[in-house]
């Protein structure tokens, strides 16, 4: 069970991205510049907070959310989309004419309790 996924449409755009800017990161943004949305940078280029909790990785790329939207969603899996057309934000997608966004699905009540039991990791990487 993943607190994060992506689909495969995003992940072709993601793979794309990866080819063309190297080692990537999603954060989920907390409501800054384009809603509550993932964006997408490379790994050199964002600091992850102290705060930040470590989702999951899609694709091979991590996934971040700040620790207090993580409380206000930790109920829910994440799954990272795209869809046509512009994003106000900085994520990488931008020029590609696609913005990714998040969907989301509650999790179960035993699916909770196995993943209360497996807290994520907060705070950037060791």
Request: charged share 20%; hydrophobic share 40%; aromatic share 8%.
């Amino acid at each position: 069970m993943d607190r994060v996924g992506i689909t495969a449409a995003a992940e072709a755009v993601l793979r794309q991205l990866i080819a063309e800017h190297g080692p990537l990161l999603f954060h989920q943004s907390g409501g800054c510049c384009d809603g509550s949305s993932p964006m997408c940078y490379p790994v050199r280029e964002f600091k992850v907070g102290s705060r930040d909790v470590h989702l999951g990785d899609v694709a091979g790329v991590p996934v971040y959310i700040g620790g207090q939207q993580f409380e206000l969603w930790r109920h829910t899996q994440l799954v990272i989309d795209v869809v046509p057309g512009r994003g106000s934000g900085f994520s990488l997608e931008a020029p590609l004419g696609v913005r990714f966004l998040t969907r989301s699905r509650v999790f179960d009540p035993q699916e909770l309790v196995w993943l209360d039991a497996c807290p994520p990791r907060v705070g950037p990487p060791a």
